[in-house]
T-cell receptor
């Protein structure tokens, strides 16, 4: 039961253009959303996050948009650079009822290739 | 400030064996989570430790167990290894358990079960 979905396994974008990565979720209890970036042979690295009470968060070239009614979020990278080439994971956070532990649910990732 | 470190980086075991993976938390972090990432999938939550106690578990059987030590480092133990246990095992640390806590991941241990 995949609660966080990234339906595009790959995306290629020309350097300088905008990259848009999409993510859908099913669980309305998620209250915090994160994007992680992963290079080969490394662990995921935190990129940007957004609380469910907001609809936009911006950090430099990276902007995350959240549409709660559609249960959809997206990551915009402008302008895209070759160093942005990596696998991007969308994740949603929920607190486990019985224990209070923080559990991240990840999508399957989108491989972004930025062409010089 | 040191990051999250995991050992070993690679490991090969045979079916039925037992394995122990290790993780050192980022300095100042008191919460450790373990994730399993199968090929082509996103990481899946195994369990979380806070102040040396397991305080949350995902959909993994009891043969997956762990420990957290007073210095907040952690171990993941897997008994009776199965072929499907072949995956990248990621450790992540954070300060506290809030749902807005960012997790900081190590580079993982690639486990192959033959």
């Amino acid at each position: 039961d995949q609660q966080v979905k990234q339906n595009s396994p790959s995306l290629s974008v020309q350097e300088g253009r905008i990259s848009i990565l999409n993510c859908d979720y099913t669980n309305s209890m998620f209250d915090y959303f994160l994007w992680y970036k992963k290079y080969p042979a490394e662990g995921p690295t935190f990129l940007i996050s957004i609380s469910s009470i907001k609809d936009k968060n911006e950090d430099g070239r990276f902007t995350v948009f959240l549409n709660k009614s559609a249960k959809h979020l997206s990551l915009h990278i402008v302008p895209s650079q070759p160093g942005d080439s990596a696998v991007y994971f969308c994740a949603a956070s929920a607190r486990m009822r019985q224990t209070g532990a923080n559990n991240l649910f990840f999508g399957t990732g989108t491989r972004l290739t930025v062409i010089p | 400030e040191t990051g999250v470190t995991q050992s070993p980086t690679h490991l090969i075991k045979t079916r039925g064996q037992q394995v122990t993976l290790r993780c050192s938390s980022q300095s100042g972090h008191n919460t450790v989570s373990w994730y399993q990432q199968a090929l082509g999938q996103g990481p899946q939550f195994i369990f979380q430790y806070y102040r040396e106690e397991e305080n949350g578990r995902g959909n993994f059987p009891p043969r997956f167990s762990g420990l957290q030590f007073p210095n907040y480092s952690s171990e993941l133990n897997v008994n009776a290894l199965e072929l499907d246990d072949s995956a990248l095992y990621l450790c992540a640390s954070s300060f506290g358990q809030g749902t807005n806590e960012k997790l900081f991941f190590g580079s993982g241990t690639q486990l192959s079960v033959l």
